[in-house]
Structure formats: C-alpha cells, structure tokens
C-alpha cells in the first residue's frame, strides 16, 4: 500500500514541475509551495485550483 502511496505522490510531483518551465513568476511561487508541502493534497491543490489561479495572475 505503501508504494503505491508513493507512486501517486510522485506522479504528482513531477505533474506540477512539468508545469514550472516558462510560466511565469506567480506560477512559480505557487507551485513551489506545493511542492515544500510534501503531500498529494498540497500537490493536487496546486494541479486542481492553484494553477490556474497564479495563471491568471501572470497573466493580469
């Protein structure tokens, strides 16, 4: 059970880097504190709301 905990927590880990290259600076920073979080629910917080927030921001 443990693995695949593990598994899920680190697909999701890489879902959010994927999202760092060449956003821009509030994307960043949001998706930095995700990932200082160390948890799925911090991960799909940022994947499910916190992006498109920050996107939205960069964007402003």
Known sequence: MRSSV????SARRIAVNQTVEGAGEHVQTAAQMALDTETIDGYLGYLNDGLYVARAFDCA
């Not at 593990?6 to 927590?9: D, G, N, R, Y």
């Open 6 to 9: 593990s598994s899920a927590a």
